[in-house]
């Protein structure tokens, strides 16, 4: 494992915003999904019950995007990062 | 286009509405038997089978209110193309009602819509226009009010959050039917929150017949959540037709309960819903168990067929 880190760009949805002071992105360390949004629920720990369960793991609902593709269908919180990749929450369809 | 013209000023200065528009409402009022398992006999709790409207769901209503109310008023003249920003439902009912009345129809929907939705859109005959995931129905809505700005003349915008025919539609419709189908013995009404039109519409009219008839409204719990079709109000583009003056008080759903009531409507009621409904289902449910004596009615908003490519059916992860 290299020690030297890529950052990932994660993108947050609007409706969590309110947690990361705002931000839209927020580039994280992690050389998989699951370390990546580890790290980012370190860095706002407000966030943490919206994404992980109690036994710390995603919420079913979740929907995590790398490079457009559904993790569910890719290796899940185990999915490798590699370099530029960018990871994205997106939240489900609200009312109308 | 000449033809839709003229079938356009037909339907709106006669009566009665072409066969399948009139099939919109009168949906039945089922009892729930087997999810409602274990309460007193002097509890019951009826679902409001808004799935079974012609376009599958509860917004067939608002969005046939709203064309009829622009072709009385002449917001929707001849050769307007209706557009409005929609999470699906909106969508496919303004769609399936364009496509039979002649009115070409443009929708904005988040990206991440179902592919169900996307292809009934489409197969239809709507104009569709995907827009950023990461926003929501608010960037839909925020896109609509920009590219019907720019073209003010060109299109027919109900804007379904802000008109008052969407809730008038539920007030006149469910509202009315349940109060027959209960024979005014209605005790609680429960409903979830998308544009507030169903919940807004009914419980108006619930209120006005016996303003001791308790009306709850249904809110996912947190911001992030997977209830397709309900809004985190705290958190959301506030529609305009929203009274939250009118809710005796606001429940509040997680996710992971409207999933497994949505399984258990399919497998022991033989309802094949979606995640709203199970929503809605749960509070009532949670609300029946309160009481004593009741009836306590909800709102199945839409069918599940639109939902199966979604894991949920299936709970392992
Ligand atoms: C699946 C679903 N459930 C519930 C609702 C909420 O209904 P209303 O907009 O009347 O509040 C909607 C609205 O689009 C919906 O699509």
New binding site residues.
Partial sequence: MSTTQTLTRIHIPTPLRAYTNHEATVAVAGATVGEALANLVARYPELKRHLFDDEGRLRSFVNVYVRDEDIRYLEGDRTPLGAGDELSIVPS?A?? | MELAHADLQTISLTEPLPGLLRRIGGTPLVRLTRLAGGLPETVAVYAKAEHLNPGG???DR?ALAMIRAGLRSGALAGGKTLIDA?????GIAYAMIGAALGIPVTLAMPANASEERRKMLETYGAELILTDPMEGTDGAQRFVRARVARDPDRYFYPD??NNNA??RA?FDGAGVEILDQTGGGVTHFV???????????VARRLKAFDPAIRCLSVQPDTPLHG?????HMETALV?GIYDPALADAALTVETEEAYETTRRLAREEGLLV????G??VAAALRVARSLEAGVVVT?L??AGTRYLSDSFWNPTR
């Avoid at chain 2, 929609?86 to 909106?90: E, F, I, Q, V």
């Avoid at chain 2, 209830?227 to 809004?231: A, M, S, Y």
């Fill in positions: 369809i009312g109308g | 769901s509860v917004k608002a929609t999470s699906g439902n909106t379904q959050y969407n809730w539920h409903a979830g929150l998308g544009t507030t039109g169903t919940f807004t519409g209830i397709e079709g309900l809004k529609p979606g995640v709203s409904s929503a809605n709102i908003c839409d």
